[in-house]
Every structure is written in structure tokens, then in C-alpha cells.
């Protein structure tokens, strides 16, 4: 067997001796959370105030909280000191104060009960351009005290649009798998690593998550019948189904951009080949035939491709192929080792695992120029997963003997760091946008 990266040794090393207890559906949030640690920053940073909320005390001093760390943490964004209490949504500014401080901005607003007076919550902020003393733009949002986490990550979002250009992330949701004293679960976090629920528990490897294109459901791989399986788990009623369940193994489900099909991994013919299936696991269709290993599928955004690792020219290698099946064509070739493709939302790059050196590192191919860069510092990378906007990517590492995950920017100058203490955390993959 010639394809012995770390992801895809583990998808098969790890043949259950029994079959685990499952606790089906999101569970209480665990008290495991990621904890993110900012190694790096990007250039020329913007330089932002966010003023204290006024109003609830403890509610806007939470808001105020997550607002400034979402922003801090993109690394395009540097804090400045407002130099003043809690600023509401109409309270007077003075903007020569803060132009003194550096400010390009300013977010300030108020989080107060509802008129309604039904117990939620009423968030308002306005976003100012502090240079030409303007009102870049303004927002409410009623809600709940438990979704007041929800409303701050919207709150950056709104920020984020305005002062970059592009959507913000904050608001979406990673999954990823724990380890810890013979149990695995299957979780779902905030993308700042926090509020993280339970999908799926069992004394059984899970591994190789994949969210559908709308967020609704997760499709992975179960050892708990004694064998690999994919299943797909609709996430709001906790129900699941088998997708592929046949001889042999079945790995390594991507979904299709519609959401109707999944490409998969199936040795049932022999080595492991690539095939396709309806989500409800039914169609199945191969795809290719070769001598060699082909595995780690991933749909081109446009559905047109499917991107894969195989061993089938001697060494691990990125090959393509039609998504309706056809001629395969290589797309790696610098390197003896190159792996687990993922693209970028806007189908202009792809993410992947390369050995340099014997490191195993994160790389981005520019898929027009064939041109590439490694992102990492790290030494043991795997399952690299794109931001819906493309502007980051979380993959797995190890440090110290532990799985922790981390985050690179696609340039290369933002990371980040997230870890589970006294946990092996892997098999990172970044939700889409919300609906």
C-alpha cells in the first residue's frame, strides 16, 4: 500500500473489536471546548474600536466580548481602545479623540430588553467610518438570552462585510472528532471553537466528517458494525441512514454541490475505487478503474470534477476526473507525496497535504498556474477544510503526541491554534454558510 499519510492510515487501521454504545442526536454542550491560541497576524491590519455595549450589564459585556475576539481572531483587524464607557447605537462620538487613538472605525450599540417585554433581548449597534464621520451602516436583532452568542457572531459578520468586502465566517460552525479514554464523538462547535454540541458518541472510530452544502447534514464514516460504514445524519431530527454498506470498506464521503450525491470510497471489487452514490444510498456507480489505491474524494465547486489522491503512477499523487466518469488527469507533480485535496468555495485553489522534508505540511496550488506554497509551520498536517469565503483553512496537526487543530489563512500569515485539553482532536471540516 503506497498512500500512508496519517489521515489516511487512520481511516483504516482502526478495525473495531466491539461494537460501541451510540448516543444519537446533539447532546448538552460539552464542557470540552477548543480553546484558541493566535500564533500569527496578517499585514496591515484595520484598525477598529469597539466600544462597550450599553444596557445588561453581564449581556453586553458577553456581546462586547465575543464581537472583539471574532474580529481580532480573522487577523485582519487591530483593536484600538474606544477611550470612553459604554457608547450606545445614538451616543455622541468624538472623533478627533479617536482618530488620536487610530481608529478607522468604530462599533458601538446597546443590548436591552425587548419592547415586546416577552424576556428576550434587543441587540443595536451602528458601525461608523471615523476619518469622514459617517454611518457605514446600523442593525437590531431580537432574540433569546441563549442565542445572544448567535447575535454577537452576527454582529461581526455585519462589521466584517462592511469594512472588507467579503462575507464573514463567524457565524458558521466547524465539526471535528475527539478522542479521549477509548470514546469518540463527533461535535460541532461554533467557529471560534465554542458552544460545542455532541452528534454522535461511540467507543468506535468515527472519522471522516463531511457537511452537506446546506448545513442540514453531516455524512461520515462508523466503525461500530465491526467495518467501516457511511451513514448520513440529518442533524435537526438526529435520525441517520445508511449510505454505503458494502463488502469490504466504505470511506471517505464528499458530497456533491447540490447535495444529491455523494462520491465515496468502496473496496468491494477489489482495491479501493471510487464510485458514486444518492444520498440516500441508492445508485451506486463507479467511476474509475485502476491498479492503485484512489481515495479522498472532493467535488470541484462547479460539480463538474472530482478531485482525488491514488497511488496509481507509483507514489501518492492528485488526480481528476469527470464527475460522470471519463479520463483521469493528474494534477500533481512536484514531490513524491502530495494528498487530500480540498478547493476553495470559488474553485481557484486547492488545498492539500504535501511531505517537505518529512514534514507533512498544508499546501495551495493556484489551479491556473499549477503554481504552490506551503501555508504551515507545522509537521504532521492533515484534513485541510476550506472557510465557505475561502479566506481560511482548519486542518488537523499534532503537537506533542496530542491531535489538536489548527487554522491558516490562505496566504499564509494568519494561524491559530485550537485544542481540547487532556483530547486527541481531528478530522476537522468547515460547515457552510447558515441559511
Not at 267 to 278: A, D, H, I, R
Not at 367 to 387: G, M, N
Amino acid at each position: 500500500m503506497m498512500l500512508k499519510s496519517p489521515c489516511f492510515l487512520r481511516c483504516y487501521r482502526h478495525f473495531p473489536a466491539f461494537a460501541g454504545a451510540l448516543l444519537l442526536g446533539l447532546a448538552l454542550p460539552v464542557q470540552a471546548q477548543l480553546s484558541i491560541e493566535i500564533t500569527g497576524a496578517g499585514a496591515n491590519r484595520l484598525p477598529v474600536a469597539i466600544a462597550d455595549f450599553a444596557g445588561e450589564r453581564l449581556a453586553s459585556q458577553t456581546l462586547t466580548a465575543i464581537v472583539r475576539a471574532d474580529l481580532e481572531r480573522s487577523g485582519l483587524f487591530r483593536m484600538v481602545d474606544p477611550g470612553a464607557s459604554a457608547l450606545n447605537e445614538t451616543s455622541q462620538v468624538d472623533f478627533s479623540e479617536l482618530r488620536s487613538r487610530g481608529a478607522d472605525a468604530l462599533v458601538s450599540g446597546s443590548v436591552l430588553p425587548a419592547a415586546a417585554g416577552d424576556g428576550r433581548l434587543e441587540t443595536r449597534f451602528r458601525l461608523l467610518d471615523v476619518p469622514k464621520q459617517a454611518v457605514l451602516g446600523s442593525q437590531s436583532y431580537v432574540s433569546n438570552r441563549a442565542q445572544l452568542r448567535a447575535v454577537a457572531h452576527r454582529t461581526a459578520d455585519y462589521v466584517y462585510e462592511k469594512l472588507i468586502g467579503e462575507r464573514g465566517v463567524f457565524s458558521t460552525h466547524i465539526a471535528y472528532v475527539v478522542k479521549t479514554a477509548g470514546r469518540y464523538d463527533l461535535q460541532i462547535a461554533d467557529a471560534d471553537g465554542m458552544n460545542a454540541q455532541t452528534a454522535l458518541s461511540s467507543r468506535e472510530p468515527i472519522i471522516s466528517p463531511a457537511w452537506s452544502p446546506d448545513g442540514s447534514r453531516l455524512a461520515y464514516v462508523s466503525f461500530e458494525a465491526k467495518k467501516p460504514v457511511v451513514y448520513v445524519h440529518v442533524l435537526a431530527t438526529s435520525k441517520r441512514h445508511v449510505a454505503a454498506n458494502f463488502k469490504g470498506s466504505n470511506s471517505a464521503p464528499a458530497w456533491s454541490p447540490d447535495g444529491k450525491r455523494l462520491a465515496v470510497v468502496l473496496s468491494k471489487e477489489g482495491n479501493s475505487q471510487l464510485f458514486t452514490v444518492n444520498a440516500d444510498g441508492s445508485g451506486v456507480r463507479r467511476l474509475a478503474t485502476s491498479n492503485g489505491i484512489d481515495t479522498e474524494p472532493c467535488f470541484s465547486p462547479d460539480g463538474q470534477y472530482i478531485y482525488f489522491t491514488s497511488d496509481r503512477g507509483g507514489s501518492p499523487q492528485i488526480y481528476r476526473i469527470p464527475a460522470t466518469g471519463g479520463e483521469v488527469q493528474r494534477v500533481t507533480f512536484e514531490g513524491a507525496y502530495n494528498v487530500t485535496p480540498r478547493l476553495s468555495p470559488d474553485g481557484r485553489s486547492m488545498a492539500y497535504i504535501t511531505r517537505n522534508s518529512g514534514r507533512f505540511q498544508v499546501a495551495l496550488m493556484d489551479l491556473a498556474s499549477r503554481q504552490s506554497q506551503i501555508l504551515t509551520d507545522t509537521f504532521k498536517d492533515e484534513s485541510p477544510s476550506f472557510s465557505p469565503n475561502g479566506r481560511m483553512i482548519i486542518y488537523a496537526t499534532e503537537v506533542a503526541g496530542r491531535g489538536v487543530l489548527a487554522a491558516v489563512s490562505s496566504d499564509g500569515r494568519v494561524k491559530q491554534k485550537l485544542s481540547v485539553p487532556a483530547a486527541d482532536v481531528r478530522e476537522p471540516v468547515w460547515g457552510p454558510y447558515p441559511n
